[in-house]
């Protein structure tokens, strides 16, 4: 008996002593959105259910790209997990920086992902992150002003027709704009809207040779419509303001019109966080001398940088936050409509569709969008906000820092745009892009 009873003293401590090796401390790199925020909060479920800890690092948009870039870039190995989206992922994935994740098992259920998000997540038909929301852009509008100011949204407004609006909205005396709209620089901030507003006046990135357009007449008219749209009827300090700085004007009551992210939708319908939950109207993403390239396609999404020494503790990580379990989770914890949208078909439940009317339309603005054909004339590039090659994000981020000092009054239109230009061809030249 005694024989025994050691024996299985022995094992008790040889598997507890495993399950102690087994644990880890995984640093996760996420921004600083009202979803990961929820995802942060509910972690303690995973960090229960495996052992596992999580050391959080939630950044800006601007400095979370800043840093985890240049992490991944120089192989520091910072972070087992990081937060990217549908234009680093198929870069970094076919450079051999990030884990492939066609191995979390059959009860991760891929098939329920939808395939616009998959295809956006992938590189040579191999999946490199998995999405935790994804989205589309549109146009939201609060009802009362306009039914107060007798204005009617058509369902696809043109950009002429929203500055129109904007005027009739604006009352800078009781701190209501008429529009809000992206200022923040970076090429995921003020350009991923900036870029639309391009591509609908008919504008490119660059044309088929690969040759900057920034100094095109359809990038002189989109930028200087919204610099002096922006300047009449946007809230002062407009380029201190990206996508969580509108949403909270927006929930506040103070902005008539918002062009946007569709994810920003049900934080809307948040009666904890908004005033305008039964105020809310959707319309498409403007266009005006073409529709094509008027509404974006992003995910944001989970990676595991090769340099993690933790990769499986990591794949258990990310399965779990993009799992048909975790939107469950957030249904039940902070409401139906507060579900992160756009990556799995089986969100949108009857249930879903009832309590969030905005739903049916950010799906189908999601399924709808093509970063495969961007713009209206020809390019040699994919991708609708943004531009996948290497180079956009440097030539996109100083973009939006020229045409920021434009909106802040520092420089003219023009001056930025050739500025924007010239770093361009520099950049495209060094890449050999331009012969």
């Known amino acids: 008996m005694g024989k025994l009873k050691t024996s299985l003293l022995s094992l008790s401590a040889v598997i507890f002593g495993a399950h102690l090796a087994q644990a880890e401390t995984l640093t996760i790199a996420t921004v600083n959105n009202d979803d990961m925020i929820v995802m942060q909060k509910l972690s303690g479920e995973w960090e229960k259910s495996s052992g596992n800890k999580l050391n959080w690092v939630v950044l800006e948009e601007n400095v ?32 051999g920086w990030l884990t492939q994740l066609d191995d979390l098992g059959d009860d991760y259920d891929y098939a329920d992902l939808f395939p616009s998000v998959r295809s956006g997540l992938s590189a040579d038909g191999k999946l490199f992150a998995v999405p935790f929301y994804a989205e589309s852009s549109f146009t939201m509008y609060n009802t009362e002003l306009f039914e107060k100011a007798g204005l009617t949204m058509p369902e696809e407004p043109t950009w002429s027709q929203i500055a129109g609006f904007a005027e009739k909205l604006t009352d800078k005396s009781k701190e209501q704009y008429g529009i809000c709209l992206r200022g923040k620089p970076g090429w995921g901030e003020n350009m991923a809207l900036i870029t639309l507003m391009a591509n609908v006046w008919g504008g490119t990135w660059f044309d088929m040779k690969w040759q900057p357009q920034l100094m095109s007449e359809p990038w002189k008219k989109a ?64 266009g005006e001398v073409t529709s094509v390239g008027n509404g974006w396609f992003w995910a944001w999404a989970l990676a595991i940088p090769v340099t993690t020494t933790k990769a499986e503790a990591a794949k258990s990580f990310v399965k779990w936050a993009t799992s048909k379990d975790y939107v469950t989770l957030v249904a039940k914890t902070n409401g139906v409509v507060t579900s992160p949208p756009g990556t799995r078909k089986s969100t949108y439940t009857e249930a879903y569709l009832k309590d969030a009317p905005f739903a049916a339309m950010t799906q189908k603005a999601i399924e709808s969008a093509d970063p495969s054909k961007p713009t209206r004339d020809p390019v040699p590039y994919t991708g609708i906000s943004y531009v996948i090659i290497p180079e956009y994000q440097g030539i996109g981020t100083t973009t939006g820092q020229a045409i920021a000092g434009a909106l802040a009054g520092q420089t003219s239109v023009d001056e930025a745009l050739q500025s924007a230009q010239d770093n361009a061809v520099e950049a495209m030249t060094q890449a050999g892009y331009i012969q």
């Open 64 to 95: 979370l790209r800043q840093r985890v870039t240049t992490d991944i870039a120089t192989k520091g190995g910072q972070f087992d997990i990081v937060t990217i989206g549908a234009l680093e992922t198929p870069i970094w994935g076919k450079s």
């Open 223 to 286: 930028v200087n419509f919204y610099v002096d749209t922006m300047n009449k009827y946007g809230p002062p300090g407009a380029t201190a303001n990206g996508f969580n700085e509108n949403q909270a004007l927006f929930a506040a009551g103070h902005c008539g019109i918002w062009v946007d992210a569709t994810s920003a939708a049900g934080r809307l319908y948040n009666k904890d966080t908004s005033k305008v939950v039964d105020k809310v109207g959707y319309a498409k993403g403007p």
